[in-house]
């Protein structure tokens, strides 16, 4: 099966050409097929992949697939090749399942919409270029699957383009991701002058045979590659653009938070982590700028009254939670949070589908009384939300926010600060997700159902309401079973984090706190948004500064933006733009000349060609 491995990428991009192309002309029962189809065959593809790989394990535990040179000049040569191991098979399963599960959702979601063929087209794009990201063997090619996936964040957010704020929105995500992809590539161009190859392997081997720990060059080329992780997984500085992309369809939110772009950058530094372990600062500033983006980010999921903006907040805190274990070392936590993260948002957003679509609103305080009219959305809610919060013993969310908790301490570069923040932040999550559940299900309601769920939206709901329940046990703790088959599984692509730490936080005591954090949240969601409460929104300096994304948007309009805008303001007129106003001038009067021979009588176009034709003869004559 293995040899079958280019078709999980191929499949979707030729699916995605075929709807580009041809999609007007296709029936929508066509389109439905190719554009969900083409990700369940690679969903099912990587399932018999991973069966193999795990039955039959390659030589070396990896599986290198070369296609074809990409390029060879001056002694870079860039092979087109995929790379398979088990972070890659990890991936792969999140990205093409999940994937799948959005898609058959969608299916039903937009089937009304006027650009059903483009929707696939983007969607297959976007989830084939995730897919060539994963698989690459070298970093030029997964900096094409990169660029693909900010390509196709910018066509889907903005998707309804005849509304200027989505225009506006894909515009400001393609912008600020660009100030990270840029940080990226010059990392690329560091590594290979100073490395002599991007392949992946053979990199981290070079890098660690060439540069000690803390190096100069280690430390800037892990910096670089920070930069474009932090732009693309939306954490400090670079997270404002990720609440604005709730402006696209709720299954083009779902798929970028769950199993595609914000997970990219989570992936470039585990996929990398040998260049961050040589650079310890910058390994250390990925964890405190995950502590501090997700505490950032639940306080502001509490105060928005989107429903799609505080799931928005909340997967921008929960990726911090994968940064600081990256950060401290703790590469297996990360991915393990990584893939049930993918799980519960993914069914936290399809769910929030149903309820918009049903009610046709957003905002919270105009929603309530829900959870008789919309079941299945109620569960759906219920079961990701308490997933999200860490519900103990019973969901996925637990045993993996649980594992980054105790790591967070016990790791060479833990401390009890980390920890204390990674207990706040489990209660502000903890808060944040009954409140949203509390505001749309409960209380008097005040909306009108409008619609119900067809059959493709509930297997999807359902499937991930089963895989957020269950998708845990892959890895449970000491004193629950004690079964780390993930991390065990992972163990051959990334090293285990050394606990060194004991005493007097043990892993029983973080899993009671983390309990604790999640009740403490419960009661308090209660308290303030229970249904006896008044269902009016916080008002004063705080939630107005949460709301706000705590400001960052208006001190880059004032930085940055307003600066720049006085500058081609006086610009304007300055002498590099004469030429090019003057071929816009020469193209407008060549248009307008040429506009006078379009004048629709029939008879002056008969005599123009006639002309014509006795023209080119009468050349073709003389010059014989």
Request: with cysteine; proline share 4%.
């Given at each position: 099966?293995?040899?079958l491995?280019?078709?999980?990428a ?32 690679s969903a ?31 002694g ?10 088990s ?14 599960l ?28 995730m ?29 309804w ?28 161009f ?28 280690a ?32 299954p ?55 429903m ?9 805190s ?47 305080y ?33 045993f ?9 301490w ?29 505001l ?52 051959s ?5 050394e ?15 983390a ?47 307003r ?10 007129s ?21 506009r ?8 002056w176009?008969?005599?123009g ?16």
């Open positions: 099966m293995f040899q491995l280019w078709l999980v191929a499949v979707p991009l030729a699916s995605a050409a075929v709807l580009a192309l041809f999609g007007s002309r296709l029936p929508r029962k066509i389109i439905a097929i190719s554009g969900a189809g083409s990700i369940g065959f099912a593809l990587t399932l018999l992949i991973g069966a193999e790989f795990v039955t039959s394990p390659p030589a070396g535990n990896a599986y290198v697939q070369h296609l074809w040179t990409w390029m060879n000049s001056g870079f040569r860039p092979e087109v090749a995929l790379y398979l191991d972070v890659a098979l990890l991936m792969l399963l999140v990205v093409t399942f999940v994937g799948f959005i898609h058959l959702y969608s299916v039903e979601y937009m089937r009304d919409d006027e650009g059903y063929a483009r929707f696939f087209a983007y969607m297959n794009l976007f989830a084939a270029s897919i060539t990201l994963v698989l690459a063997n070298n970093l030029l090619l997964l900096y094409l699957g990169w660029e693909g996936v900010g390509l196709c964040s910018f066509l889907l957010i903005g998707f383009y005849r509304d200027p704020a989505t225009v506006r929105a894909a515009s400001k995500a393609f912008i600020v991701t660009r100030v990270g992809d840029t940080a990226f590539a010059v990392g690329l560091l590594l290979f002058t100073r490395l002599g190859t991007l392949d992946i392997q053979e990199l981290m081997h070079r890098a660690s045979a060439q540069w000690s720990s803390g190096s100069g060059v430390v800037a080329a892990a910096a670089l590659l920070l930069g474009g992780a932090v732009g693309k997984s939306a954490q400090l500085p670079l997270q404002t653009w990720l609440p604005d992309a709730m402006a696209g369809p709720t083009t939110s779902a798929l970028i938070h769950a199993a595609t772009m914000v997970t990219a950058g989570v992936y470039l530094i585990a996929r990398t982590h040998v260049l961050f372990t040589l650079a310890p600062p910058v390994q250390l500033a990925v964890a405190i700028i995950g502590t501090a983006t997700m505490l950032l980010a639940a306080f502001s999921a509490l105060a928005q009254r989107d799609k903006r505080v799931l928005a907040y909340s997967t921008i929960q990726i911090g939670y994968m940064f600081l274990a990256l950060g401290l070392g703790a590469w297996s936590a990360a991915l393990f949070h990584l893939m049930t993260h993918a799980f519960f948002k993914a069914l936290l957003f399809l769910a929030a589908g149903v309820v918009i679509h049903a009610v046709h609103e957003q905002d919270l105009r929603m309530g009384g829900l959870r008789f009219e919309l079941r299945l959305a109620f569960w759906s809610f219920v079961i990701g939300g308490s997933a999200l919060a860490g519900l103990p013993l019973i969901t996925a969310g637990f993996s926010k649980d594992l980054i908790l105790w790591q967070s016990a790791g060479p570069n833990g401390n009890v600060l980390f920890w204390i923040a990674g207990m706040t932040g489990a209660m502000l999550t903890s808060l944040y997700t009954f409140r949203l559940i509390s749309t299900f409960y209380g008097p309601q005040q909306a009108h159902v409008k619609a119900e769920s067809g059959l493709s939206v509930r297997i999807a709901l359902v499937a991930l309401c089963v895989l957020s329940l269950l998708g845990g046990y892959v890895d449970t703790p000491p004193h629950f079973g004690g079964v780390p088959a993930l991390s065990n599984f992972l163990s692509a990334l090293p285990p984090l606990e060194v730490h004991v005493g007097p936080i043990t892993e029983t005591i973080t899993a009671l706190c309990s604790l954090s999640f009740g403490l949240g419960l009661v308090l969601a209660y308290l303030l948004y229970g249904p006896h409460r008044s269902r009016l929104p916080a008002q004063g300096f705080l939630p107005r500064l949460w709301l706000s994304g705590w400001g960052f948007d208006r001190i880059y309009d004032q930085l940055f933006v600066p720049f805008q006085w500058l081609t303001r006086k610009s304007k300055d002498i590099v733009d004469v030429p090019i106003r003057g071929l816009g001038e020469i193209t407008v009067l060549g248009y307008r000349t040429l006078r021979i379009q004048t629709g009588h029939v008879r176009y008969a005599m060609l006639a002309m014509g034709t006795a023209a080119i003869l009468a050349i073709a004559f003389f010059a014989r």
